[in-house]
């Protein structure tokens, strides 16, 4: 034992005291107080609990990822994704736990700068501090667990790195306060430093990516400057102040006098840092340690990288500013996908709006979204900062990142981290005037992202069909390209084959749902019930194995069942086998069609619902037993199913019961039976009356002789002579009188089949001939009609001459036109029914708005050439593909453009039969006319291009325009025609609210108001809430507006909403293309169903008429609740003069009339006659309701939308409508 003065710090120099010091204990006794100063001992200890914690949470986190089915792990991680994610975005919890850290490294400080030598500070912070890593364990555990259940391998990169953090403070700390006496103050919660900056970090990725400018870069620098320097310095501080042999390699003896000399306090260890990664080092401060010679190494190389990055950050932020510039910075917990090419403002708001839609909620939940726009869209920039500007939509600030550059260089490839990116879009501006430019730049994009990363997922959105082969060549596989006229011209195709189609493709390819705090209008009892139906969308689910085999129906039903009338099985989707290999959709291949039957394909099923958690399916460890015809059992007699792969069928129901259904195959095989025994009855028939006609025997001897005849069938022979049934006489006149009579007799009833025949002749030759006399005199009308025009149009020689006298010549010939097009017979515009297309061309037409007279023709005559240019493509083939696609050809209608010029692809179109033009100004009256626009079956006002204005509200004037025309001229001569209107924008649905003919009065009125007339000098309040509702309609969302719900508006937002959801459904390009090659047909509801709602319905509908029904179209006034037939009720007699008479009459007449309903009741041996759906109903007076809950009650003049089979026939009644 031996004694020597121990220095103090440099905070108490002047007051130096001798303290008596063992040598091998290193224990100090100071005013009483028992203490410890920190040594090597302790460093080892707190060393090893690092790496302990570190390598077990580690090691415990990849054995929970490896089997984490096993303990519900992805349950956990979705239970824990909203709390952790809450953590992380929350700027006051992050401010918390910075506040936390803090403390931490201000307690260090205070022991390091305290009086006491030995860092005894007041009990209070310890205590703070003790809580507070108390509450850093349990964050560090949370986050731990959800990594360890959200990955597969293990905790991620990023994870890995706070844990090496995290494990170097709360063991420390806690290890310290569980040591009871507190031996001694040593720990590593300076190292809370390091987590400062991370949750610096965290706070800058939840500021909008606008506000992190030059200021925000040189904070973020300084603090990761200040951390580094501050964690470094003490533990430079701390290594070097140890007392002990010094480890792992005892120091040398002549550092003896320097540990005496230096001083290494919280200034001087944090200059010499400073002067270390400045690489300045005047040499006045240095290591003793080996261990602290090896950190100034790492301090040294890791400090100038430090500091040059951060130079390098804050010129590169002064540089490139806020146009832009910059980089996408790679999170590991989170995916982002990338969107390119050019879009405008208004598709880059509809694509985020619906890739962050509350229904995928989920899936976006870590998803964020890299925008590459070009260098020449700084409007766009702009205005997409001004859009996450706006409070409804802050919350998307931190989760979209607008660079500019180009996808065709490999280094803005790399800003945006494209090889590590999901998913890829390539979007076009949809309002652009010149769309073959636009899908010619974006496959030269796909080419350059193709030869960038070739494994990443490329979504193209095109303008044109035409163009698809150019994205294919590149590589992009057809299942991920939409084109844009695909979607538009399929979905008004087939609104003319079936009413409400746009609505209801429109819904399923379109997040929607009902605005928070909508209050429904009493006035419009349908928008309660149609509003169950928007909240539907289409979701590609994988089959549950045990469904393999079986056949769909079965398959749809039971998903049906299980889900309780929330989930329906529309189609199934078969992945493809290799990258190049063809996805295979199918969309209601038909009840009897087996699922599933190649094993080497993953099938997923295509269910529409209202959330992928309503999607019910059979578990997959049990055997699914299935019967198509119904789970009734069996009485006598059983016989199973045909088995299949991976299904058990249960027995079929027995005849007579409930869900008996014939096969086909007995059906047959019952006919052949039938025919056998009619044959073989017949056969003895003639053999017993050739006996008893030449034998000269009775009719019983003869059924005796011959024996075979069926029971029965005896009466059949020819009737005896004698009433009583004696024996023919033998005598030949007898048999000579039968025979003459039977011959008269036969005559007879010859006679009368052809009198019979020759009247029905006659009246349908006449029929003909009063139809045929009609048709002559319409269509002579008509002719006389043109033929005075063209009369009163032609010119007589002596004016041709002075014409030609003053032109210099005579004219030219009119100029052939490009593909011969041919306008609509007058017998077609007598007989009606056709569609009537409306084409719109307002770009084209303004850019070659000029000199007078058409601008095409006029470059015709100038070029020399004898054939009218054609004008802009139109696209009309597919609209005629998908119009007649899935039904019988003769049921297809005929369809009328008016266009201005000859479409370029008119060729094509007229290649599919029945298509007509009719050059002229659509909207000029005579054209109109021409076009047949009374006799129409439906008009479409379609737009083939934008008009180019900075007016949002005019770019679809003209279509405004049109159909406020068309619906006038309908209304003044008594029609009811829909007109489907095409629109741009959103925002101008509200400027071509529906009109609804009244079949009463006539008059027409908004939908769902009832504004009566006034007179003159009347007070207008009881129009008051009329009107209300009226503005309060125009303020809803376009799909909840009534003009929608009836199936006569399409937005274009339609498309970029289904571009965005391919993110979630990989197969809804193909889905698409099966739904507009589908056939639909509208019923009404069967009469032998006996069923409440629409579950029941579905499962009749299904198993009877093999149609599967995705969709009601229901009156806009009809009220379910109040169907039942209203109670008479009794008039209350009125006081007032004069009154008494008339309110007896009228309660007498009540009375009456309630008895006569009564005695109706009672007689009622007809049934009472429901008026149900017809085709001649007025298309303006329904609403289309897209896959109802099942418990939604079927009214009986519902009109059911159902979808035909690919394979097998339907059992369709004779009001089916196509």
Same mark, same amino acid.
């Given at each position: 034992?031996?004694?020597?003065?121990?220095?103090?710090?440099?905070?108490?120099?002047?007051?130096?005291?001798?303290?008596?010091?063992?040598?091998?204990?290193?224990?100090?006794?100071?005013?009483?107080?028992?203490?410890?100063?920190?040594?090597?001992?302790?460093?080892?200890?707190?060393?090893?609990?690092?790496?302990?914690?570190?390598?077990?949470?580690?090691?415990?986190?990849?054995?929970?990822?490896?089997?984490?089915?096993?303990?519900?792990?992805?349950?956990?991680?979705?239970?824990?994704?909203?709390? =952790?994610?809450?953590?992380?975005?929350?700027?006051?919890?992050?401010?918390?736990?910075?506040?936390?850290?803090?403390?931490?490294?201000?307690?260090?400080?205070?022991?390091?700068?305290?009086?006491?030598?030995?860092?005894?500070?007041?009990?209070?912070?310890?205590?703070?501090?003790?809580?507070?890593?108390?509450?850093?364990?349990?964050?560090?555990?949370?986050?731990?667990?959800?990594?360890?259940?959200?990955?597969?391998?293990?905790?991620?990169?990023?994870?890995?790195?706070?844990?090496?953090?995290?494990?170097?403070?709360?063991?420390?700390?806690?290890?310290?306060?569980?040591?009871?006496?507190?031996?001694?103050?040593?720990?590593?919660?300076?190292?809370?430093?390091?987590?400062?900056?991370?949750?610096?970090?965290?706070?800058?990725?939840?500021?909008?990516?606008?506000?992190?400018?030059?200021?925000?870069?040189?904070?973020?620098?300084?603090?990761?400057?200040?951390?580094?320097?501050?964690?470094?310095?003490?533990?430079?501080?701390?290594?070097?102040?140890?007392?002990?042999?010094?480890?792992?390699?005892?120091?040398?003896?002549?550092?003896?006098? /320097?540990?005496?000399?230096?001083?290494?306090?919280?200034?001087?260890?944090?200059?010499?840092?400073?002067?270390?990664?400045?690489?300045?080092?005047?040499?006045?401060?240095?290591?003793?340690?080996?261990?602290?010679?090896?950190?100034?190494?790492?301090?040294?190389?890791?400090?100038?990288?430090?500091?040059?990055?951060?130079?390098?950050?804050?010129?590169?932020?002064?540089?490139?500013?806020?146009?832009?510039?910059?980089?996408?910075?790679?999170?590991?917990?989170?995916?982002?996908?990338?969107?390119?090419?050019?879009?405008?403002?208004?598709?880059?708001?509809?694509? /985020?709006?619906?890739?962050?839609?509350?229904?995928?909620?989920?899936?976006?939940?870590?998803?964020?979204?890299?925008?590459?726009?070009?260098?020449?869209?700084?409007?766009?920039?702009?205005?997409?900062?001004?859009?996450?500007?706006?409070?409804? %939509?802050?919350?998307?600030?931190?989760?979209?990142?607008?660079?500019?550059?180009?996808?065709?260089?490999?280094?803005?490839?790399?800003?945006?981290?494209?090889?590590?990116?999901?998913?890829?879009?390539?979007?076009? %501006?949809?309002?652009?005037?010149?769309?073959?430019?636009?899908?010619?730049?974006?496959?030269?994009?796909?080419?350059?992202?193709?030869?960038?990363?070739?494994?990443?997922?490329?979504?193209?959105?095109?303008?044109?069909?035409?163009?698809?082969?150019?994205?294919?060549?590149?590589?992009?596989?057809?299942?991920?390209?939409?084109?844009?006229?695909?979607?538009?011209?399929?979905?008004?195709?087939?609104?003319?084959?079936?009413?409400?189609?746009?609505?209801?493709?429109?819904?399923?390819?379109?997040?929607?749902?009902?605005?928070?705090?909508?209050?429904?209008?009493?006035?419009?009892?349908?928008?309660?019930?149609?509003?169950?139906?928007?909240?539907?969308?289409?979701?590609?689910?994988?089959?549950?194995?045990?469904?393999?085999?079986?056949?769909?129906?079965?398959?749809?039903?039971?998903?049906?069942?299980?889900?309780?009338?929330?989930?329906?099985?529309?189609?199934?989707?078969?992945?493809?086998?290799?990258?190049?290999?063809?996805?295979?959709?199918?969309?209601?291949?038909?009840?009897?069609?087996?699922?599933?039957?190649?094993?080497?394909?993953?099938?997923?099923?295509?269910?529409?619902?209202?959330?992928?958690?309503?999607?019910?399916?059979?578990?997959?460890?049990?055997?699914?037993?299935?019967?198509?015809?119904?789970?009734?059992?069996?009485?006598?007699?059983?016989?199973?199913?045909?088995?299949?792969?991976?299904?058990?069928?249960?027995?079929?129901?027995?005849?007579?019961?409930?869900?008996?259904?014939?096969?086909?195959?007995?059906?047959?095989?019952?006919?052949?039976?039938?025919?056998?025994?009619?044959?073989?009855?017949?056969?003895?028939?003639?053999?017993?009356?050739?006996?008893?006609?030449?034998?000269?025997?009775?009719?019983?001897?003869?059924?005796?002789?011959?024996?075979?005849?069926?029971?029965?069938?005896?009466?059949?022979?020819?009737?005896?002579?004698?009433?009583?049934?004696?024996?023919?006489?033998?005598?030949?006149?007898?048999?000579?009188?039968?025979?003459?009579?039977?011959?008269?007799?036969?005559?007879?009833?010859?006679?009368?089949?052809?009198?019979? &025949?020759?009247?029905?002749?006659?009246? &349908?030759?006449?029929?003909?001939?009063?139809?045929?006399?009609?048709?002559?005199?319409? =269509?002579?009308?008509?002719?006389?009609?043109?033929?005075?025009?063209?009369?009163?149009?032609?010119?007589?020689?002596?004016?041709?001459?002075?014409?030609?006298?003053?032109?210099?010549?005579?004219?030219?010939?009119?100029?052939?036109?490009?593909?011969?097009?041919?306008?609509?017979?007058?017998?077609?515009?007598?007989?009606?029914?056709?569609?009537?297309?409306?084409?719109?061309?307002?770009?084209?037409?303004?850019?070659?708005?000029?000199?007078?007279?058409?601008?095409?023709?006029?470059?015709?005559?100038?070029?020399?050439?004898?054939?009218?240019?054609?004008?802009?493509?139109?696209?009309?083939?597919?609209?005629?593909?998908?119009?007649?696609?899935?039904?019988?050809?003769?049921?297809?209608?005929?369809?009328?453009?008016?266009?201005?010029? =000859?479409?370029?692809?008119?060729?094509?179109?007229?290649?599919?039969?029945?298509?007509?033009?009719?050059?002229?100004?659509?909207?000029?009256?005579?054209?109109?006319?021409?076009?047949?626009?009374?006799?129409?079956?439906?008009?479409?006002?379609?737009?083939?291009?934008?008009?180019?204005?900075?007016?949002?509200?005019?770019?679809?004037?003209?279509?405004?325009?049109?159909?406020?025309?068309?619906?006038?001229?309908?209304?003044?001569?008594?029609?009811?025609?829909?007109?489907?209107?095409?629109?741009?924008?959103?925002?101008?649905?509200?400027?071509?609210?529906?009109?609804?003919?009244?079949? #009463?009065?006539?008059?027409?009125?908004?939908?769902?108001?009832?504004?009566?007339?006034?007179?003159?000098?009347?007070?207008?309040?009881?129009?008051?809430?009329?009107?209300?509702?009226?503005?309060?309609?125009?303020?809803?969302?376009?799909?909840?507006?009534?003009?929608?719900?009836?199936?006569?508006?399409?937005?274009?937002?339609?498309?970029?909403?289904?571009?965005?959801?391919?993110?979630?459904?990989?197969?809804?390009?193909?889905?698409?293309?099966?739904?507009?090659?589908?056939?639909?047909?509208?019923?009404? /509801?069967?009469?032998?169903?006996?069923?409440?709602?629409?579950?029941?319905?579905?499962?009749?509908?299904?198993?009877? #008429?093999?149609?599967?029904?995705?969709?009601?179209?229901?009156?806009?006034?009809?009220?379910?609740?109040?169907?039942?037939?209203?109670?008479?009720?009794?008039?209350?007699?009125?006081?007032?003069?004069?009154?008494?008479?008339?309110?007896?009459? #009228?309660?007498?007449?009540?009375?009456?009339?309630?008895?006569? =309903?009564?005695?109706?009741?009672?007689?009622?041996?007809?049934?009472?006659?429901?008026?149900?759906?017809?085709?001649?109903?007025?298309?303006?007076?329904?609403?289309?309701?897209?896959?109802?809950?099942?418990?939604?009650?079927?009214?009986?003049?519902?009109?059911?939308?159902?979808?035909?089979?690919?394979?097998?026939?339907?059992?369709?009644? #004779?009001?089916?409508?196509?």
């Amino acid at each position: 034992e031996h004694t020597h003065d121990v220095p103090s710090n440099a905070s108490n120099a002047s007051n130096a005291t001798s303290y008596t010091i063992l040598s091998h204990s290193h224990i100090h006794f100071h005013n009483g107080t028992f203490c410890q100063l920190p040594s090597w001992d302790d460093f080892q200890v707190h060393l090893g609990l690092y790496l302990g914690s570190l390598f077990f949470l580690v090691g415990v986190s990849m054995m929970l990822s490896a089997c984490r089915s096993a303990w519900g792990g992805e349950q956990v991680a979705r239970y824990l994704r909203k709390i =952790v994610r809450d953590f992380t975005m929350s700027k006051v919890y992050l401010i918390i736990q910075a506040a936390i850290s803090l403390l931490m490294c201000g307690a260090h400080v205070m022991r390091l700068e305290a009086e006491d030598p030995y860092g005894n500070i007041a009990s209070l912070w310890n205590r703070l501090e003790s809580y507070s890593c108390f509450l850093y364990l349990l964050e560090l555990l949370v986050v731990w667990l959800y990594d360890s259940a959200n990955s597969s391998g293990g905790v991620s990169g990023i994870s890995i790195t706070r844990l090496a953090v995290d494990c170097a403070v709360v063991p420390s700390v806690l290890f310290r306060w569980f040591s009871g006496s507190q031996l001694s103050h040593f720990s590593f919660s300076y190292v809370a430093s390091l987590r400062v900056y991370g949750l610096w970090c965290a706070f800058r990725s939840t500021l909008s990516i606008y506000r992190q400018g030059v200021a925000l870069q040189l904070v973020h620098a300084g603090i990761a400057l200040a951390s580094f320097v501050f964690c470094m310095a003490m533990f430079v501080q701390q290594v070097e102040t140890l007392t002990g042999p010094t480890w792992p390699i005892p120091a040398a003896p002549s550092f003896a006098n /320097v540990m005496q000399a230096q001083r290494w306090d919280l200034a001087s260890s944090v200059y010499f840092v400073l002067l270390t990664i400045t690489t300045v080092g005047y040499g006045d401060l240095w290591p003793r340690s080996v261990l602290g010679q090896l950190l100034t190494v790492v301090i040294t190389t890791v400090g100038i990288f430090l500091v040059l990055r951060t130079a390098h950050g804050a010129f590169d932020a002064a540089r490139l500013g806020m146009g832009g510039g910059g980089h996408y910075e790679r999170k590991t917990s989170c995916k982002h996908v990338v969107v390119a090419g050019t879009p405008s403002y208004q598709v880059l708001c509809d694509f /985020v709006q619906e890739l962050y839609h509350e229904d995928h909620m989920h899936e976006a939940d870590d998803l964020n979204l890299v925008l590459l726009l070009n260098p020449a869209m700084r409007s766009t920039v702009q205005a997409m900062k001004a859009y996450f500007g706006k409070v409804q %939509n802050r919350h998307l600030r931190h989760r979209v990142w607008i660079l500019q550059g180009s996808a065709l260089k490999r280094r803005d490839l790399d800003r945006v981290s494209y090889k590590d990116c999901t998913m890829a879009w390539l979007l076009p %501006n949809v309002y652009a005037s010149d769309p073959e430019r636009e899908d010619v730049e974006n496959a030269m994009r796909a080419l350059a992202m193709r030869r960038h990363t070739p494994y990443v997922r490329i979504a193209a959105l095109m303008l044109k069909l035409e163009h698809q082969p150019l994205m294919l060549s590149v590589g992009v596989p057809k299942g991920d390209i939409l084109c844009a006229s695909e979607v538009k011209q399929g979905l008004l195709g087939k609104a003319c084959q079936v009413q409400g189609f746009t609505a209801w493709a429109a819904i399923l390819l379109k997040n929607t749902g009902v605005p928070q705090g909508m209050a429904y209008d009493v006035n419009r009892p349908w928008l309660t019930e149609y509003t169950k139906g928007i909240a539907n969308e289409l979701y590609e689910v994988s089959l549950s194995r045990a469904y393999l085999g079986a056949p769909f129906g079965a398959i749809a039903l039971d998903v049906l069942e299980r889900s309780d009338g929330a989930a329906f099985l529309i189609g199934v989707v078969e992945e493809a086998l290799f990258p190049g290999d063809e996805t295979v959709t199918k969309l209601f291949p038909g009840r009897s069609v087996y699922v599933g039957t190649r094993e080497d394909r993953h099938c997923k099923g295509i269910f529409v619902a209202a959330c992928r958690e309503d999607i019910m399916q059979h578990p997959t460890d049990r055997n699914f037993s299935w019967n198509i015809e119904g789970a009734a059992p069996l009485a006598g007699g059983q016989t199973s199913a045909p088995q299949h792969p991976h299904a058990v069928p249960e027995t079929l129901a027995a005849a007579g019961t409930q869900g008996y259904v014939r096969e086909p195959r007995d059906i047959e095989a019952d006919k052949l039976n039938l025919t056998e025994e009619t044959m073989a009855a017949a056969a003895s028939l003639r053999s017993a009356q050739g006996v008893r006609t030449f034998a000269k025997v009775s009719q019983r001897e003869a059924e005796r002789l011959v024996g075979g005849i069926p029971a029965g069938r005896s009466g059949m022979l020819i009737p005896e002579i004698d009433a009583e049934g004696a024996d023919v006489p033998e005598a030949t006149g007898a048999g000579d009188v039968a025979k003459a009579l039977l011959s008269q007799h036969q005559e007879a009833q010859r006679e009368a089949e052809r009198e019979a &025949e020759v009247v029905e002749i006659e009246e &349908e030759i006449a029929a003909d001939a009063r139809s045929m006399a009609l048709f002559q005199r319409a =269509v002579k009308f008509v002719e006389d009609e043109e033929e005075e025009k063209w009369i009163g149009r032609m010119q007589m020689p002596e004016e041709q001459e002075m014409d030609d006298e003053l032109w210099g010549g005579p004219q030219p010939p009119p100029l052939t036109l490009h593909g011969a097009p041919r306008e609509p017979p007058a017998a077609l515009l007598v007989r009606g029914g056709h569609v009537l297309i409306l084409a719109l061309d307002t770009g084209r037409r303004n850019k070659e708005s000029g000199a007078a007279g058409s601008p095409t023709a006029r470059a015709s005559r100038e070029s020399g050439s004898k054939m009218r240019a054609p004008g802009s493509k139109h696209g009309l083939a597919q609209l005629l593909r998908s119009l007649r696609a899935g039904i019988p050809r003769h049921r297809g209608r005929s369809v009328v453009v008016l266009a201005d010029e =000859v479409p370029r692809d008119w060729p094509a179109a007229a290649a599919e039969g029945d298509a007509y033009l009719v050059l002229g100004p659509p909207l000029s009256g005579s054209v109109l006319r021409r076009g047949g626009l009374q006799q129409a079956h439906l008009v479409i006002v379609h737009q083939l291009t934008p008009c180019v204005t900075d007016d949002p509200s005019t770019v679809d004037a003209e279509a405004v325009f049109a159909v406020k025309l068309i619906e006038s001229l309908i209304t003044a001569a008594g029609k009811d025609i829909p007109v489907l209107c095409d629109l741009m924008l959103e925002r101008n649905s509200f400027f071509t609210p529906h009109l609804q003919r009244m079949q #009463k009065s006539g008059k027409i009125v908004v939908a769902g108001s009832d504004v009566p007339e006034q007179k003159d000098g009347q007070e207008d309040e009881q129009t008051q809430p009329e009107r209300k509702m009226h503005v309060e309609d125009t303020q809803l969302p376009f799909y909840l507006q009534t003009r929608f719900a009836n199936g006569q508006l399409f937005v274009s937002r339609v498309i970029t909403a289904a571009a965005a959801n391919m993110m979630y459904n990989p197969a809804l390009a193909s889905i698409f293309q099966e739904l507009i090659s589908s056939g639909y047909v509208v019923i009404p /509801v069967p009469e032998d169903w006996s069923g409440d709602n629409y579950m029941q319905l579905f499962t009749f509908i299904m198993r009877r #008429k093999n149609l599967l029904a995705v969709g009601l179209l229901r009156k806009l006034s009809a009220r379910i609740e109040e169907e039942e037939p209203d109670e008479v009720e009794e008039v209350a007699p009125t006081t007032g003069k004069g009154g008494d008479g008339k309110s007896k009459e #009228k309660a007498e007449s009540a009375k009456a009339l309630a008895a006569a =309903v009564a005695a109706l009741g009672e007689d009622a041996n007809e049934p009472v006659h429901v008026q149900r759906w017809s085709p001649s109903d007025c298309p303006s007076e329904r609403c289309v309701i897209v896959m109802p809950p099942g418990d939604m009650k079927v009214a009986d003049h519902d009109g059911i939308m159902c979808m035909l089979p690919r394979t097998g026939k339907a059992v369709l009644p #004779k009001l089916a409508h196509f």
